[in-house]
T-cell receptor
């Protein structure tokens, strides 16, 4: 079956530091890959996505590249801000036509001024 | 409304009670999902509706869990004879169309605590 593994957190950084959150997956076929973010007190929001190998998703300074050879979709940001403090979830959609998502366990990011 | 709305926001139940959780998806959205999120974990799929049809209920953990969407809009997740292991946040999500890479819009969830 499908599975997603994220690096364990929590991750604590100073403002303007470089961020990497690792994500690897197991799936049959060609899944679509997503990063969702959950800000305190809010619902999950789509941050970025990639639908095929070598695609790069990007949004709000965050980037992730779909690497089929390493089955990875690592999230990166060059300079984090305090407002980026949230929980980040890697997810995949595969095996169905209707977008059933399999999520990783989430990574808590805290950015200090 | 502008987003997916879930109610109640918090629910406390005594073990053995029945509960009903409501989801109002974005108007016109065809697809509706329910997920269960245990503390410190990622959401796990429970069930999927396309309009009023429940096409996938493979994630429902037991026959105590039941979901419906009778008119293809509002959905209700019902849990009978609640147990402590049912304590979790229950998330509803909807999307405009049925497509594997379509963006899902999530509600803020209902936090269920079973005492």
């Amino acid at each position: 079956g499908n599975s997603v593994t994220q690096m364990e957190g929590p991750v604590t950084l100073s403002e303007e530091a470089f961020l990497t959150i690792n994500c690897t997956y197991t799936a049959t076929g060609y899944p679509s890959l997503f990063w969702y973010v959950q800000y305190p007190g809010e619902g999950l929001q789509l941050l970025l996505k990639a639908t095929k190998a070598d695609d790069k998703g990007s949004n709000k300074g965050f980037e992730a590249t779909y690497r089929k050879e390493t089955t990875s979709f690592h999230l990166e940001k060059g300079s984090v801000q305090v407002s980026d403090s949230a929980v980040y979830f890697c997810a995949l959609s595969g095996g169905t036509s209707y977008g059933k998502l399999t999520f990783g366990q989430g990574t808590i990011l805290t950015v200090h001024p | 409304g502008a987003g997916v709305s879930q109610s109640p926001r918090y629910k406390v139940a005594k073990r053995g009670q029945d509960v009903a959780l409501r989801c109002d998806p974005i108007s016109g959205h065809v697809s509706l999902f329910w997920y269960q999120q245990a503390l410190g974990q990622g959401p796990e799929f429970l069930t999927y509706f396309q309009n009023e049809a429940q096409l996938d209920k493979s994630g429902l953990p037991s026959d105590r869990f039941f979901a419906e969407r009778p008119e293809g809009s509002v959905s209700t997740l019902k849990i009978q004879r609640t147990q402590q292991e049912d304590s979790a946040v229950y998330l509803c999500a909807s999307s405009l169309v049925r497509r594997s890479n379509e963006k899902l819009f999530f509600g803020s969830g209902t936090q269920l605590s079973v005492l």
